[in-house]
Nanobody
Framework: EVQLVESGGGLVQAGGSLRLTCAAS????????IGWFRQAPGKEREGVSC????????YYADSVKGRFTISSDNVKNTVYLIMNNLKPEDTAVYYC????????????????????WGQGTQVTVSS
């Protein structure tokens, strides 16, 4: 059984940084895409970043390019989302999710492709 646990959220001022952690069990990164999604109040959940373990490639939504970095530690089975220069519009609950052998670039930010989800961690950016 795949389990994902997020941590690292919190309250930060605009311009600050946070590092989110997604600890995974029951899977190997070689077979999965790990995505970070977020949902702000009153808005739909959106894809933020994805690490495709099958080929080691990383992807970012336009809204976070140049500010967020996704990385993985295969020994710890952990994926990180390093968020710099945070903005108030980054405020949301952040989720990590896993999709088995998701190769399609077009579907990497489609939440329906992901089978397993963490419980989420709140990120609040004050202005």
């Amino acid at each position: 059984e795949v389990q994902l646990v997020e941590s690292g959220g919190g309250l930060v001022q605009a311009g600050g940084s946070l590092r989110l952690t997604c600890a995974a069990s029951g899977l190997t990164f070689d077979d999965y895409a790990i995505g970070w999604f977020r949902q702000a109040p009153g808005k739909e959940r959106e894809g933020v970043s994805c690490f495709r373990g099958m080929d080691g490639r990383s992807y970012y939504a336009d809204s976070v390019k140049g500010r967020f970095t996704i990385s993985s530690d295969n020994v710890k089975n952990t994926v990180y989302l390093i968020m710099n220069n945070l903005k108030p519009e980054d405020t949301a609950v952040y989720y990590c999710a896993a999709a088995f052998r998701l190769y399609s670039d077009e579907k990497l930010f489609s939440e329906h492709e992901y089978d397993s989800w963490g419980q989420g961690t709140q990120v609040t950016v004050s202005s």
